[in-house]
């Protein structure tokens, strides 16, 4: 992170860990929503980025810590077991913009 922000970096991301089975981190599981949430705001905080914060995979959480950009996600992923991500861990627009608009962006009042 200190790196990143000596860099100036103008995005930055955080990733949530997903076990996979034989790696060394296996038996630590799934980082939670909550823990991946920490890490992004910290990364928001340390690194700085001047145009954009993202997570993968955004929780409404992780909006709360400053990230700031979404991805709708279709097609194969290798971190998940479906070919067709979008029929398990993947998002499409309209549930991205969804998200967006349930966390207060681009409303009016």
Same mark, same amino acid.
């Not at 077991?81 to 913009?97: A, D, I, L, P």
């Given at each position: 992170? $200190?790196?990143?922000?000596? *860099? #100036?970096?103008? %995005?930055?991301?955080?990733?949530?860990?997903?076990?996979?089975?034989?790696?060394?981190?296996?038996? #630590? /599981?799934? !980082?939670?929503? !909550?823990?991946?949430?920490? $890490?992004?705001?910290?990364?928001?905080? %340390?690194?700085?980025? &001047?145009?954009?914060? @993202?997570?993968?995979? %955004?929780?409404?959480?992780?909006?709360?810590? /400053? !990230? @700031? &950009?979404?991805? =709708?996600?279709?097609? =194969? #992923?290798?971190?998940?077991?479906?070919?067709?991500?979008?029929?398990?861990?993947?998002?499409? %627009?309209? &549930?991205?913009?969804?998200?967006?608009?349930?966390?207060? *962006?681009?409303?009016?009042?």
């Amino acid at each position: 992170m $200190i790196r990143a922000r000596d *860099y #100036n970096v103008k %995005v930055m991301a955080v990733m949530r860990r997903t076990p996979v089975k034989g790696t060394p981190l296996y038996e #630590n /599981g799934q !980082i939670s929503a !909550i823990e991946l949430t920490k $890490i992004a705001a910290v990364a928001r905080l %340390v690194t700085r980025p &001047q145009r954009a914060m @993202n997570a993968h995979e %955004v929780t409404q959480m992780t909006l709360l810590a /400053g !990230i @700031n &950009q979404l991805y =709708a996600e279709y097609g =194969a #992923n290798p971190r998940d077991t479906e070919v067709q991500t979008e029929k398990n861990r993947g998002f499409s %627009v309209t &549930q991205t913009w969804s998200m967006l608009r349930e966390a207060g *962006y681009g409303t009016t009042k």
